[in-house]
C-alpha cells in the first residue's frame, strides 16, 4: 500500500492537501496476472517498449483508479468500489497524480511496485523478463 499526499486546486478554488491511498491485494495481482496473455509484467512492458500512448494511458487510468481506496477506521478494511472510484476519478487530486506519473517514468515505476505486494512484484517482473 502507498499513500499519495497530495495538494490541489477544489473546484470550490480552495487549495487542500489530502492523503489518497492505493493497494492491490494480492489476489487482485493475480487476477490481473492471469486474465493477461502473457501476465502483467509482460503486457506493461511490450505497451511501453511499443509506445503505443494510448494504450499506456488507459493502462495507468486502470491501475490508479483500480487500486484506489479507504482505509476503514479500524484499520481491518480496505474499501473500495466502483463509486469511490469515479469520486476520486474526479477530482483535481487524481488529475495531478495521472500526469505526475504519465510524465515522469521514475514515478511511474514506483507507484506501480508500491501498490503491488513486493513479493508479486518480484514474481511479475521475472515473468515480464521471459
Do not use: C, H, W
Not at 468500489?81 to 487530486?93: D, R, Y
Request: aromatic share 10%; net charge negative.
Amino acid at each position: 500500500m502507498i499513500k499519495k499526499t497530495i495538494t490541489y486546486m477544489g473546484f470550490d478554488g480552495v487549495e487542500r492537501t489530502e492523503d489518497f491511498y492505493f493497494n492491490l491485494t494480492k489476489a487482485e495481482v493475480m487476477k490481473k496476472q492471469m486474465s493477461t496473455q502473457g501476465g502483467l509484467g509482460e503486457k506493461i512492458q511490450r505497451i511501453v517498449a511499443s509506445q503505443d500512448q494510448p494504450e499506456i494511458i488507459r493502462i495507468f487510468e486502470e491501475l490508479i483508479l483500480d487500486a484506489y481506496g479507504v482505509k476503514s477506521d479500524d484499520g481491518k478494511r480496505f474499501i473500495k468500489s466502483k463509486e469511490l472510484s469515479i469520486a476520486f476519478s474526479q477530482t483535481e487530486a487524481f488529475s495531478q497524480l495521472f500526469m505526475e506519473l504519465a510524465e515522469d517514468d521514475k514515478k511511474a515505476a514506483e507507484f506501480v511496485n508500491g501498490i503491488i505486494p513486493a513479493d508479486m512484484s518480484k514474481q511479475i517482473a521475472a515473468s515480464a523478463k521471459k
